[in-house]
């Protein structure tokens, strides 16, 4: 069985005339574009604990298959918003998983999105643990306080990157990434 112990996050933008290359930028500034990423569902493995991305990046290997979170977005339109964010909540409970979530907007400020990711994985993650009176569409501040009275999540984050479309239409590539470690 593999089960991921360590998790560390990135972000990326990459700008170029053709898509691909842009993609490849993005990665490359993420500084993750030397391994075969494998795209994941949104599950925060049990036990697994977050690293810096040096100390995470040192474990791998170029050409190494790795599975990820990833939240990609792209636009060749000048001045066009796009953001790509990753949102985390994680259980007090240690022998239970978290979630992650992915959120790829057009038109979105990166505080917007990131909160908008963060609010997403501790809805999923609120109805496992059975947190009543729960609504995804009220102010952060309200489900933080219901959050904080049921004692039962922890911790939630996001990381986000957002950028504009190039002025002249090149592609802009934005990604957001948890890359999950052995």
Request: overall charge positive; some cysteine.
């Amino acid at each position: 069985m593999y089960l991921p112990k360590k998790i560390f996050f990135t972000k990326g933008v990459g700008r170029h005339k053709e898509y691909l290359a842009s993609f490849e930028l993005a990665l490359r500034h993420a500084q993750i574009e030397k391994y075969n990423l494998v795209s994941v569902s949104s599950i925060f493995p049990i036990g697994c604990k977050k690293v810096s991305i040096e100390l995470g990046i040192k474990k791998l290997f170029p050409g190494q298959i790795v599975h990820a979170v990833i939240a990609r977005n792209a636009t060749n339109e000048p001045g066009r918003k796009i953001a790509a964010s990753i949102g985390a909540a994680i259980p007090a409970d240690k022998t239970m998983y978290g979630y992650l979530s992915e959120h790829h907007p057009f038109g979105e400020t990166a505080d917007k999105a990131g909160d908008y990711a963060e609010d997403l994985a501790a809805g999923m993650l609120a109805s496992t643990l059975g947190i009543e009176n729960f609504n995804a569409d009220e102010a952060w501040n309200e489900k933080d306080q219901i959050f904080k009275l049921s004692g039962k999540i922890v911790r939630t984050s996001n990381i986000t990157q957002s950028a504009l479309g190039h002025k002249d239409g090149l592609w802009t590539t934005v990604i957001s990434a948890a890359i999950l470690l052995p």
